[in-house]
């Protein structure tokens, strides 16, 4: 069963690119890798998925390698807004554990 | 707006009572999700239901029980109430089962057990 590993917090400033990484080294055949943002007392908002190689959408990009034991989480140009916390998940066959958040990255943007 | 609905978005209650939380899912999903968030806590995963049948279970205390309805909304039953369940909960909805399935949050309900 896919576990995931993130860096616990990070830091950045306005107009940076920021790039989270997620250890999934047990991650099976039919596993997406889906992230999602979470501001302070609202519920977490998915912001990308992909399966393989990258995949880009108006939020972010998301690179996985060939090998797809880990994934990063590219924001272009940062503002303050993108404060929050960041999940990575990563589906996994039995249900329960596909549900299962971690404690996920705090980005903390500095102006 | 995410689509789904949840009420109250606070409550107050006290130590040893019961309270129900409620969970209308995005029109057309079929699988609503609970979860519950402690103060500097992650996610935990409490409980699943698709089509008004449990479908994973989470680290759901025994004192804690859900269902969904026919009309597919769900509601989260939480009694004997300790201090420690003070939390946000939040409900989550999706299409189906896939894990690769978007899941949509509601703006959760804060419990605060005095």
């Known amino acids: 069963l896919a576990k995931t590993t993130q860096p616990i917090s990070m830091d950045s400033y306005e107009g940076q690119e920021v790039n989270i990484t997620c250890s999934h080294n047990?991650?099976?055949?039919?596993?997406?890798i889906t992230w999602y943002q979470q501001f302070p007392s609202q519920g977490p908002r998915f912001i990308i998925q992909?399966?393989?190689t990258k995949v880009t959408n108006e939020v972010a990009s998301l690179f996985i390698p060939a090998d797809r034991k880990s994934s990063t989480l590219s924001l272009p140009r940062v503002s303050l807004s993108d404060t929050a916390v960041y999940y990575c998940l990563v589906g996994a066959r039995t249900g329960r554990r596909a549900l299962t958040f971690g404690s996920g990255t705090r980005l903390q943007v500095q102006p | 707006d995410s689509g789904v609905t949840q009420t109250p978005k606070h409550l107050i209650t006290a130590t040893g009572q019961r309270v129900t939380l409620r969970c209308s899912p995005r029109?057309?999903?079929?699988?609503v999700y609970w979860y519950q968030q402690s103060l500097d806590q992650g996610l935990q995963f409490l409980i699943q239901?698709?089509?008004?049948?449990?479908?994973a279970k989470g680290n759901i205390l025994e004192r804690f029980s859900a269902q969904q309805f026919p009309d597919l909304h769900s509601e989260l039953n939480l009694s004997s109430l300790e201090l420690g369940d003070s939390a946000l909960y939040f409900c989550?909805?999706?299409?189906?089962?896939?894990?690769?399935?978007?899941?949509?949050f509601g703006s959760g309900t804060q419990l605060s057990v005095l």
């Open positions: 029109s057309g999903d079929l699988s």
């Open positions: 239901y698709y089509n008004g049948e449990e479908r």
């Open positions: 047990n991650i099976a055949t039919n596993d997406y």
């Open positions: 992909g399966y393989k």
């Open positions: 989550a909805s999706s299409v189906g089962t896939a894990t690769n399935e978007k899941l949509f």
